[in-house]
């Protein structure tokens, strides 16, 4: 069974900074089923990457993803006041979908 | 627009039964896998089960596997989750969500505003 780990647990970060999310995998992956969703409070997770580095329709270019093997990367180049949210990598293998623990992205 | 709407959540007592269901409109329901994932109060993501567009290949979590059922009607657009011998650990709102394939990559890229399930005495 594939173990995602998110890091840091919670990232406090300014408005215009960036904000660099890690996402590991116990073991290599394929990034091609690697994707990152954004949860606001009270509403449901909204895709934002797949494919590891594939933006989803209607996402803003200020994010953007890497990575591959076991090494992730979710980046907010610029953070506006509606990225302060709780971010999930998810990663699917052999009929099983596993997401990661969550990075909260808050203001400091 | 493409829209997932669930239904049947509510208190139920440990070790009763629950069906959850999520439907759909604004795309071709019986072309696209799905998926059920849940989320306990304050807590992350956890993938649940999930079934194919004509529904002949299921898959379970191995947290409800043996005690909840993944089913669909095409004809109705609606996708179902049968919660048997609920534990309070099953507390958690739960999202329907469509998987669906760009090339070869997949990711969850619609998703219902969930449904909370609280089993309780």
């Known amino acids: 069974e594939i173990v995602l780990t998110q890091s840091p647990g919670t990232l406090s970060l300014s408005l215009g900074e960036r904000a660099t999310l890690s996402c590991r995998a116990s073991q290599s992956v394929s990034s091609r089923y690697l994707a990152w969703y954004q949860q606001k409070p009270g509403q449901a997770p909204r895709l934002l990457i797949f494919?590891?580095?594939s933006r989803a329709t209607g996402i803003p270019d200020r994010f953007s993803g890497s990575g591959s093997g076991t090494d992730f990367t979710l980046t907010i180049s610029r953070l506006e006041p509606e990225d302060f949210a709780v971010y999930y990598c998810?990663?699917?293998?052999?009929?099983?979908?596993?997401f990661g623990q969550g990075t909260k992205v808050e203001i400091k | 627009q493409v829209q997932l709407v669930e239904s049947g959540g509510g208190v139920v007592q440990p070790g009763r039964s629950l069906r959850l269901s999520c439907s759909a409109s604004g795309f071709t329901f019986s072309s696209y896998g799905m998926h059920w994932v849940r989320q306990a109060p304050g807590k992350g993501l956890e993938w649940v089960a999930f079934?194919?567009?004509?529904?002949?290949?299921?898959d379970y979590g191995d947290s409800v596997k043996g005690r909840f059922t993944i089913s669909r009607d095409n004809a109705k657009n609606t996708l179902y989750l049968q919660m048997n011998s609920l534990r309070a650990e099953d507390t958690a709102v739960y999202y329907c969500?469509?998987?669906?394939?760009?090339?070869?990559?997949?990711?969850?890229?619609?998703w219902g505003q969930g449904s909370l399930v609280t089993v309780s005495s």
């Open positions: 998810q990663h699917y293998d052999s009929s099983q979908w596993t």
């Open positions: 969500a469509r998987e669906n394939w760009v090339d070869t990559t997949m990711a969850f890229d619609y």
């Open positions: 079934i194919w567009y004509d529904g002949s290949k299921k």
């Open positions: 494919g590891a580095s």
